[in-house]
């Protein structure tokens, strides 16, 4: 695991865009899995523009998102589809058969899971994986205590991500479960990045950068990344005891 550290959230995210089109470039038929929320918006918007200008080929690229809120539907604002909805698949034109979100109204969730797995393993895995961390330490919902062995599964959402997580939607919520990707998917796919800005994820940086891998904080698991990276801008690193 590397860790990167950048002046802010704009050069920050310029320098994850710039990696997702340098994939594309190199590999027109990249597997891409993003993760929604605050911190990585501002990527998917640079994304956006650079693929525009450098009108990148999508023809044979295949997106994935990271997770979502069980029984919040795709048409609310809070929602991870509404989020990818309205940042990538319409400014992109992107054909739905190639963006590939867990349908959390499902009556059959398991099943939902097993199709995710499939695809990710038929399209012989990912090859960029780009998550952000919650308070807790969560990577998508994979929450404190998840095992790193499990692929996608659905999981109670703790405390932390209930609170946390009203944050994006416009009336408050019962948040109870998520259904999302697994610590194995981030573990096996060829470059993890973990994004963070603020110091209101400063103390949840230096966990993941210096205390032992542990599931009990699951965002330490990026440490056990052979191609990983936690990039930063300056506030979120400013705990860290090595600023390099
Ligand atoms: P945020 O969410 O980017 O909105 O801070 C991060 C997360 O909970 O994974």
């Keep these: 695991m590397q860790v990167r550290i950048f002046n802010d959230h704009q050069t920050l995210s310029d320098a994850v865009a710039s990696e997702i089109i340098f994939l594309l470039k190199s590999k027109p038929g990249a597997v891409i899995c993003f993760a929604s929320g605050e911190t990585p918006r501002l990527t998917c918007r640079l994304l956006v523009e650079k693929i525009k200008q450098e009108k990148t080929n999508l023809s044979r690229c295949t997106f994935i998102g990271l997770d979502e809120w069980v029984s919040i539907p795709p048409e609310n604002e809070g929602s991870c589809h509404f989020f990818f909805q309205h940042e990538l698949i319409e400014p992109l034109g992107i054909p739905l058969k190639q963006f590939h979100l867990f349908n959390a109204m499902s009556a059959n969730l398991q099943e939902e899971c097993k199709k995710m797995d499939k695809l990710i393993a038929e399209k012989e895995g990912i090859d960029i994986i780009v998550v952000g961390i919650g308070m807790n ?71 993941t950068v210096e205390e032992n891998v542990s599931n009990n904080f699951p965002a330490s698991i990026m440490q056990a990344h052979v191609n990983g990276y936690v990039m930063i801008d300056k506030d979120a690193a400013s705990l860290l005891d090595q600023k390099k």
């Design 137 to 207: 330490g969560h990577i998508g919902f994979n929450e404190p205590g998840v095992s790193f062995e499990n692929y996608s599964h659905i999981i109670d959402l703790d405390e932390t991500t209930r609170t946390v997580g009203q944050k994006y939607f416009k009336t408050p919520q019962v948040l109870q479960k998520g259904i999302t990707l697994g610590l194995k998917h981030l573990l096996e796919a060829k470059k993890a990045i973990l994004m963070a800005n603020g110091s209101r994820k400063a103390g949840v940086i230096k966990r």
